[in-house]
């Protein structure tokens, strides 16, 4: 599908049917994704400014819907868990005196 004016790009987008209601259209974020028919996705609220009609999102990670492999932001967007490798979340400050060698 194409944004509206003036965003210009192909988005992805599924055509949902969901238990209770007749079928949506649905955002999917990221990209390398690999769903097709007859997969099971979970839909959460949130529409898409440039996308007309679209007023949903699909929630990676969830059921079949696979997760944005090598996704190191905002990974609970893309249900991608925290990488073994690498430092570990440590506020900024400590950080900053860890490099100072202050403690």
């Known amino acids: 599908m194409n944004p509206k004016k003036p965003n210009s790009a192909m988005r992805h987008v599924a055509k ?3 238990y209770n209601k007749p079928r949506v259209t649905a955002r ?4 390398g994704f690999g769903v097709v028919k007859f997969n099971r996705v979970l839909v ?11 007023g949903y999102s699909l929630v990676r990670g969830v059921y079949d819907f696979s997760p944005h492999f090598g996704k190191k ?10 990488p073994e ?16 060698g202050e403690g």
């Open 28 to 31: 999917i974020p990221g990209s």
């Open 16 to 18: 949902v049917r969901l």
């Open 73 to 82: 932001r905002s990974r609970s967007f893309y249900g991608v868990t925290r």
């Open 44 to 54: 959460r609220g949130g529409r898409a400014n440039d996308l007309p009609g679209v």
């Open 85 to 100: 490798t690498g430092i570990k979340h440590v506020r900024r400050k400590t950080r900053q005196k860890a490099a100072l």
